[in-house]
């Protein structure tokens, strides 16, 4: 196994800081659109069950 020092390891996993920013930033993008789709995917069974039928939906003429 190949042992590195802690330096080596710290260097390894250093960011330069003016990436930080876009990091967090796509950090928090991730999560936004993670936590959308999950709300969307419970609030739209909900919501059309309210509104009852629908009047587009059906059979059309043909």
């Given at each position: 196994?190949?042992?590195?020092?802690?330096?080596?390891?710290?260097?390894?996993?250093?960011?330069?800081?003016?990436?930080?920013?876009v990091?967090?930033?796509?950090?928090?993008a991730?999560?936004?659109?993670?936590?959308?789709?999950?709300?969307?995917?419970?609030?739209?069974?909900?919501?059309?069950?309210?509104?009852?039928?629908?009047?587009?939906?059906?059979?059309?003429?043909?």
């Open positions: 196994m190949n042992k590195r020092s802690r330096t080596e390891r710290k260097a390894a996993v250093n960011l330069d800081p003016a990436l930080r920013p990091l967090w930033v796509a950090i928090l991730s999560f936004v659109a993670f936590l959308d789709g999950a709300i969307i995917n419970v609030a739209l069974p909900a919501m059309s069950s309210r509104s009852g039928p629908d009047p587009n939906a059906g059979s059309h003429g043909g």
